[in-house]
């Protein structure tokens, strides 16, 4: 049964960092099973699930942490394979508003209230259509229990939105 190996890189962006933990991970047999990177700030964050063979975890892990040599940080942490708990259903939230500090407090802490967790969050700053000024735009994939209807925790968001200033949608079409 293989083992799972979630990789985070960071350092400064630069052209290869993806080659190289793509060719760590083929010379130890390492299914590159998802991934999400970013350059933010002019960093390269990456976070990579690697899938390998059990007895090759542990050197793949030693390989990318060879890595460190070169600037990067590496961070490693291995589970075995399980399947997802039932009982949950999954939404998709979006959110776009004046920019602030606080929204993704504000909005994490209603959602962790009442057993939501995110599953995947995007955020950027982008410039208002009309206005130009700088909006705050995050869009979520939440996992939600099946017990907290959906109607009733965009009700719940409808009054933090207001609080915020914020537009916030929630939906459960298509969110898998």
Known sequence: MPVSL?????????????????????????????????????????IVHFQVPAENAAPLAAALRELEAQGLRVLIAKSEEHAPPAGLHRLRLELLGHDRPGIVREVSRALAERGVSIAELHTALVSGAMSGESLFQARALLIAPVALATDELRRGLEGLANELMVDIALDDKDAG
């Open 6 to 46: 979630v990789v985070t890189v960071i350092g400064e962006d630069r052209p290869g960092l993806v080659s190289l933990l793509s060719d760590r991970a083929m010379a130890f047999g390492a299914n590159w099973a998802e991934s999400r990177m970013a350059n933010l700030a002019g960093q390269f964050a990456g």
